[in-house]
């Protein structure tokens, strides 16, 4: 079992599911060769198994050539919520931090082409990197913060999460819609274009402004 950890505060809490979201922001959609996405968000899941921190490792899988970073806004959810109304969805965020949704684009794109699950392409251990949470209580995010991301202090990612097509509400909303979400769990909530390939040795920094940030090494 995996804990989350918090920034400032002591409290035991399993990371519950990983909800990610994905084609949020709309450069980044076209960079991949996909359509913004119309009514509903795309969704899929990842496990607490595949959680590491900032300080650890990723471990390069020897079963693929192309391994890509995804920085992206992290949502906590502190409370039970299930058809979210908008007052409900922003009362059940009670925290923010910054996370790698990391990727491995080569399998990805052999599923996507067959039309099976990315499950394989998302879910290997230490897969999903994590920095401290902030509570909102100590820091309310404004909705205009920037998110950047480096690869051996050359910057490849740099946007700001008002650029997300889905705002939180709007995620917090339909995920509760189709699946209860509950105190522990985490959702990512998309990534900005700028996605790159990472080799062995490669060190990633990642930002979330006025929140966290997160260092990461590529490891054999």
């Not at 209580?137 to 889905?166: A, C, H, P, R, T």
């Not at 909303?173 to 996605?195: A, N, Q, Y």
């Not at 490669?202 to 979330?208: F, P, R």
């Amino acid at each position: 079992m995996k804990f989350l950890k918090f920034k400032k505060h002591n409290e035991d809490v399993p990371i519950g599911k990983i909800v990610c979201i994905g084609r949020n922001y709309l450069e980044h959609a076209k960079e991949m060769g996909n359509e913004k996405p119309d009514e509903f968000p795309i969704v899929f899941l990842k496990p607490a198994s595949t959680v590491i921190y900032s300080g650890e490792n990723v471990i390069h899988p020897t079963y693929s050539d192309n391994l890509q970073h995804e920085v992206e806004l992290v949502l906590y959810i502190g409370e039970e919520v299930k058809n979210a109304t908008d007052e409900e969805a922003e009362n059940a965020i009670h925290g923010y931090t910054v996370g790698l949704d990391m990727t491995l684009r080569d399998l990805q794109f052999e599923f996507k082409k067959k039309g099976d699950p990315w499950t394989l392409a998302k879910c290997f251990d230490t897969a999903t990197v994590l920095s401290e949470i902030v509570l909102k209580k100590d820091y309310l995010l404004k909705g205009n913060e920037k998110i950047l991301l480096k690869v051996n202090d050359e910057i490849k990612q740099s946007s700001s999460i008002d650029k997300m097509i889905f705002s939180q509400i709007e995620i917090i909303k339909f995920i509760s819609t189709r699946m209860k979400l509950e105190k522990g769990d985490l959702i990512f909530t998309g990534t900005p274009e700028g996605v790159s390939k990472v080799v062995p040795g490669d060190k990633i920094y990642a930002e979330l402004e006025n929140i966290s940030n997160l260092e990461t090494k590529i490891i054999e």
